[in-house]
């Protein structure tokens, strides 16, 4: 009884079965194959052939036939005709204007990426450099013009530049005749579309989309920079998985690169340099070589100083004068510095100090034109006799062998000795651009 009265309870609308999945779209499929497998044989042995609209136009025609639509079909359907009126978009409140504004950033930032990657592509296949600028400008004009014509936000589409590549245009009047079409289709010819699948145009984009898709282009990345690589894979990844909502890949993309963007700067390569056996200055902890002087650190850091970096190179001459109770002066070759920022100007100041309080000169060389007006301008270059700075390394290093310090030996190389004889005052000199 009580599993009779069990089996007669009604069952909550909570735990009511889901539907069962709808059957395949077998025709749909054919549709979709076939288009494929059409512009395929199109493309090898007649390429002259215009095989994109000619298979549209038999696959609306073989739709209409069949009563593709009738059957419950997917079609393009009925489209709205006519050109667009002009439109004065209302005032909003701030509520609203709020509520739109990370969607409107969002929508921006994707629209960029997007011309981005296909104008690189299209660009580089014709052998052409893009030129950034005057493309979005053009983005934004278009983007006015769909606002003031009560239209969606507009933007460049990788899947029409891949058709358009397929179709084999090659300048910009391609666009212009398209743009030509489609008003023509807009005023008169909106019902002929009625019946194309939309199984043909998905095919016709998956078939132009596959051929820019390179998967030996990720082994290469690989090979190149193993965290570009997990950053490609990861945004390839989370767009597929998130589609339609692509935009998550390209915000975790974005994010993953800025992440690493910043770790680098955070972390600058700061070396000891050595003078090489053929005149050149590198690492010399890697190249094992000997100290310019016992008594002297001779550094490079291949970065800008600025808030990133700054910090880093503070603390690294900090180590070496706790770790180095003798030492006489710190010379910083700064050829790498291209630009100070306040935060790095700062840091300088400090490190001028932190070096002077303790008797320790500071020697600058070939410093370049931008980062010493920065810093002369924050009075950093004052002359003193603990602060000179040298146009060339060879001057530089020429100074440092010249130091009255004992039991200094300093390593010149050749060009040292062409400057000997001109003795540079230890005083700010004028750094090349």
């Known amino acids: 009884r009580r599993r009779a009265a069990h089996s007669r309870r009604p069952r909550s609308p909570g735990r009511r079965r889901p539907p069962p999945p709808s059957p395949p779209d077998v025709v749909a499929i054919a549709f979709g194959l076939g288009t494929m497998a059409a512009l395929w044989l199109a493309k090898q042995r007649w390429p002259r052939l215009p095989a994109a609209m000619v298979v549209v136009v038999v696959g609306a025609l073989a739709s209409a036939a069949f009563g593709y639509a009738l059957r419950g079909g997917a079609v393009v359907g009925k489209l709205p005709g006519g050109l667009p009126a002009p439109y004065w978009p209302g005032a909003i409140s701030f509520g609203t204007l709020g509520t739109l504004l990370l969607p409107a ?158 770790f680098r700067h955070l972390h600058p390569r700061i070396i000891e340099v050595g003078l090489h056996a ?30 990133a970096s700054a910090s880093t190179l503070e603390r690294a001459i900090g180590q070496q004068v706790a770790a180095r109770p003798g030492l006489r002066a710190v010379c910083l070759f700064a050829q790498p510095i291209n630009r100070v920022d306040v935060t790095g100007a700062e840091v300088f100041g400090s490190i001028r100090q932190s070096l002077a309080a303790r008797g320790i000169a500071l020697f600058l060389s070939g410093l370049k034109l931008p980062a010493q007006t920065v810093l002369e301008n924050a009075g950093l270059l004052a002359p003193d006799a603990l602060l000179a700075s040298y146009r060339t390394d060879a001057e530089a290093l020429a100074a440092l062998r010249r130091l009255d310090v004992p039991d200094a030996n300093v390593r010149t190389c050749g060009a040292s000795e062409a400057v000997d004889a001109a003795a540079p005052s230890p005083s700010p000199a004028p750094a090349g651009s």
């Open 105 to 262: 950033c969002m929508i921006t930032l994707v629209s960029f990426l997007e011309t981005a990657s296909s104008a690189k592509i299209d660009n580089g296949r014709a052998g052409k450099l893009w030129n950034e600028n005057q493309d979005l400008i053009g983005q934004g004009l278009a983007k006015i013009a769909s606002g003031l014509s009560g239209g969606f936000a507009t933007s460049s589409s990788f899947s029409r530049s891949a058709i358009n590549l397929y179709a084999g245009a090659k300048t910009g009047w391609a666009t212009i005749v398209c743009v030509a079409l489609i008003g023509l289709a807009l005023l008169w010819m909106m019902p002929l579309l009625y019946h194309v699948p939309q199984a043909v145009l998905a095919g016709l984009v998956v078939t132009a989309i596959l051929g820019l898709i390179k998967p030996r282009a990720f082994a290469q990345l690989w090979r190149v920079s193993r965290v570009e690589a997990v950053t490609a894979g990861v945004t390839f990844a989370l767009t597929v998985v998130a589609a339609p909502d692509i935009y998550w890949g390209v915000l975790a993309g974005l994010l993953m690169s800025l992440s690493h963007y910043m």
């Open 278 to 307: 053929d005149g050149s200055l590198r690492d010399r902890h890697l190249w094992h070589l000997p100290p310019l002087a016992p008594d002297i650190y001779a550094l490079r850091m291949d970065a800008e100083l600025d808030f």
